[in-house]
């Protein structure tokens, strides 16, 4: 079965530009999650959706970030414009609502320059 | 004070070693407690899940603590592939909202 998948894996772009992260998650499950993980802080949830529907976002940093989920099968987070501090890994992660355990994707490296 | 707070290592160890990792917890209202493995520049995965009574799954067992907030990890007979940073988690707020350690990192070396 596929796992969580995310595009681009990497990502490099220039302060100020837009970037857009993808996530498809496993097919069934009811729930979705944005993380990003850097040095300094970790791994931080910054936004969850159940059945497509954002329920708690009070983990994402400020007004530049932005999260939507059209249908089941599609996610994305968009930071616009980016800073350097914005650098770091974003993983998605899905899980059942029958189960306790979320399942993680390859993550997107964003570097900002 | 983090949620979370691990040792971030790394401890290095021989193959067949015994190696124990601890995790404190601040919130005492969290239900459900994990231990995640990570291999360097990759995701995340479930390593085991951890109940009150404690559980084992082959060279790993897990133990919880819930007076002291107090979470522990421990490898039997360490092998190379169990090199990983190994991240307590716990829940707050309902099971969607995972608090992750620093992690710990292991190295095992022959």
């Known amino acids: 079965d596929a796992g969580v998948i995310q595009s681009p894996r990497h990502e490099v772009t220039e302060m100020g530009q837009e970037v857009t992260l993808r996530c498809k998650p496993i097919s069934g499950h009811d729930y979705l999650f944005w993380y990003r993980q850097t040095m300094m802080r970790g791994l931080e949830l910054l936004i969850y959706?159940?059945?497509?529907?954002?329920?708690?976002d009070s983990g994402m940093p400020e007004d530049r970030f932005s999260a939507k989920m059209p249908n089941a099968s599609f996610s994305t987070l968009k930071i616009q414009p980016s800073e350097p501090r914005d650098s770091a890994v974003y993983f998605c992660?899905?899980?059942?609502?029958?189960?306790?355990?979320?399942?993680f994707g390859p993550g997107t490296r964003l570097l900002v320059l | 004070r983090k949620e979370v707070e691990q040792d971030p290592g790394p401890f290095n160890v021989p193959e067949g070693a015994t190696v124990a990792f601890n995790c404190t917890y601040s919130?005492?209202?969290?239900?459900?407690f994990f231990w995640y493995r990570q291999d360097c520049r990759k995701e995340p995965k479930l390593l085991m899940s951890?109940?009150?009574s404690g559980n084992e799954d082959g060279r790993f067992t897990a133990q919880l603590n819930r007076a002291s907030q107090y979470i522990s990890l421990l490898i039997r007979d360490s092998k190379l592939s169990d090199s990983a940073t190994y991240l307590c988690v716990v829940n707050s707020g309902g099971y969607n909202k995972l608090i992750f350690g620093a992690g710990t990192r292991l190295a095992v070396h022959p």
């Open positions: 951890v109940y009150s």
């Open positions: 919130n005492s209202a969290s239900q459900s």
């Open positions: 959706f159940n059945n497509n529907v954002p329920i708690d």
């Open positions: 992660a899905s899980r059942s609502g029958t189960q306790e355990t979320q399942y």
